[in-house]
């Protein structure tokens, strides 16, 4: 079955740590989008891939980073310099030439304690 | 001004009955709109895009006014199963990247 798939589904990370959180798509999708989720916001774009080894800023990158080594891998580490960590993350792929629509992994629920 | 905007709801309607949405949105350059659905604590998913001159899934009908830069989504015969928020989006103006509104909450009671 072709799918996105993130891991883990729940993380509990300690104030100062770096976490990565995992996403993987076997679509052969271009284009790879990392959101993250607030109760009562909008979907905020972290970070974007269009091609493999190119990613750039969303609209709130500060305390993020990401790579893109393989199609389809595009992994997220939230980092300690992130001031407020726990939300749900969302990954995403998209085929470029198609009609723009993303397909969405389950999230990871990222707690900071 | 926000991008998207829609009322966050909650919408609370018996089965059976029709419901509808309204979206607006700001940049009157963006090409593509979308309506997703998104369960609690689940991803979102795609419900339906939304073309210029309106389209039809079922018991959904999807609206675009470019001219008043919104657009909405009927649902007729509620079902419980509907319950859910729904996510309007736009493209980005010479972009891929989506923009989404926070979502209206429809919770159909029996």
């Known amino acids: 079955d072709g799918g996105i798939t993130q891991s883990p589904k729940y993380l509990f990370r300690k104030e100062g740590q770096n976490v990565t959180l995992s996403c993987e798509q076997n679509l052969n999708h271009d284009a790879m989008y990392w959101y993250r989720q607030d109760p009562g916001q909008g979907l905020r774009l972290i970070y974007y891939?269009?091609?493999?080894?190119?990613?750039q800023k969303g609209d709130i990158a500060e305390g993020y980073s990401v790579s893109r080594e393989k199609k389809e891998s595009f992994p997220l580490t939230v980092t300690s310099a992130q001031k407020n960590p726990t939300a749900f993350y969302l990954c995403?792929?998209?085929?470029?030439?198609?009609?723009?629509?993303?397909?969405f992994g389950p999230g990871t629920r990222l707690t900071v304690l | 001004r926000k991008e998207v905007e829609q009322d966050p709801g909650p919408f609370n309607v018996p089965e059976g009955a029709t419901v509808a949405f309204n979206c607006t949105y700001s940049n009157s350059a963006s090409q593509s709109f979308f309506w997703y659905r998104q369960d609690c604590r689940k991803e979102p998913k795609l419900l339906m895009s939304v073309y210029s001159s309106g389209n039809e899934d079922g018991r959904f009908t999807a609206q675009l006014n470019r001219a008043s830069q919104y657009i909405s989504l009927l649902i007729r015969d509620s079902k419980l199963s509907d319950s859910a928020t729904y996510l309007c989006v736009v493209t980005s103006y010479n972009t891929d990247k989506l923009i989404f509104g926070t979502g209206t909450r429809l919770q159909v009671f029996p």
């Open positions: 891939s269009q091609i493999v080894n190119d990613f």
């Open positions: 995403a792929s998209q085929d470029r030439g198609g009609v723009n629509e993303q397909f």
